[in-house]
């Protein structure tokens, strides 16, 4: 059985093959366009991530975000991604 830690790229993971991202109409739009990151490069580093673990929210205390790290996009550049786990899916909150 996986730990937690592995669920939860598990879970990331999961979302991501089947296009359940989705990213945030304000700063996460911001931080994909100021690092030319694409959809697919975003897809592509969570896919390829090798951790995620959970994290607080600085700008919405009441709602936790996961960092996916260890990932890379389809440059093969490294690429950090931060995403807020929703009912729709994963809400891209930042990348880096």
């Known amino acids: 059985m996986a730990d937690a830690k592995g669920d939860l790229l598990d879970r990331v993971q999961r979302a991501a093959r089947y296009g359940q991202i989705h990213v945030s109409r304000v700063h996460g739009r911001e931080r994909t366009n100021e690092r030319n ?4 490069d975003v897809r592509t580093a969570i896919l390829s991530a090798t951790s995620a ?3 607080p929210n600085e700008d919405r205390p009441d709602q ?3 960092r996916i790290e260890g990932g890379v996009d389809t440059d093969g550049d490294s690429l950090t991604v931060v995403v807020a786990e929703t009912s729709y899916g994963l809400r891209i909150v930042t990348v880096f």
């Open 37 to 40: 990151a694409r959809a697919e």
């Open 53 to 55: 673990f959970e994290q």
């Open 64 to 66: 936790g975000v996961v």
